[in-house]
């Protein structure tokens, strides 16, 4: 999988000059989107589909600040998929490769009225595609 490319924007850094701690978290919602059109399922298509997939908990471990036109590379990875939840991790590195932050967030896929879907029975193809990168059966 390729990586996501943010550039920090000048309005994501606070007085100090440091990127505030909140952006990571808006990072990592771009990286994920752009890692579920790569795996063929992007957020548009998913919504058609009739899937709703709203975030149920955001990790983060800050390991280095970034600043203003620092280019942070994301890794997105699929920890954990259970047919209903799905677990990402995210490895943000700067541009000299050192970890910058490492950060987890949880999904589940619902349908429009808020229930539950089954992947396994009702969306077999993104289910067999989350199933492989998440290294489970």
């Known amino acids: 999988m390729k990586e996501y490319i943010h550039i920090v924007q ?10 505030h701690h909140s952006n990571y978290i808006r990072w990592m919602e771009e990286a994920r989107v752009d890692f579920l059109a790569e795996i063929g399922f992007p957020y548009d298509k998913l919504e058609e589909m009739g899937i709703v ?20 590379s994301i ?11 799905l677990y990402l991790s995210y490895e943000m590195k700067n541009e000299v490769g050192d970890v910058v932050c ?10 429009k009225e808020g229930r539950p879907l089954r992947m ?12 492989e990168l998440a290294g489970s059966d």
């Open 53 to 72: 997939s709203p975030v149920l908990g955001v990790s983060c471990d800050y390991k280095k600040t970034s600043t203003f036109a620092d280019r942070i």
């Open 102 to 111: 490492l950060a987890t967030s949880s999904h589940a896929f619902l349908n």
């Open 10 to 19: 000048y309005y994501e850094t606070d007085r100090m000059g440091i990127t």
């Open 75 to 85: 890794k997105v990875t699929v920890k954990e998929y259970k047919g209903v939840k």
């Open 120 to 131: 396994k029975k009702e969306y077999p193809e993104l289910h067999n595609v989350l199933t």
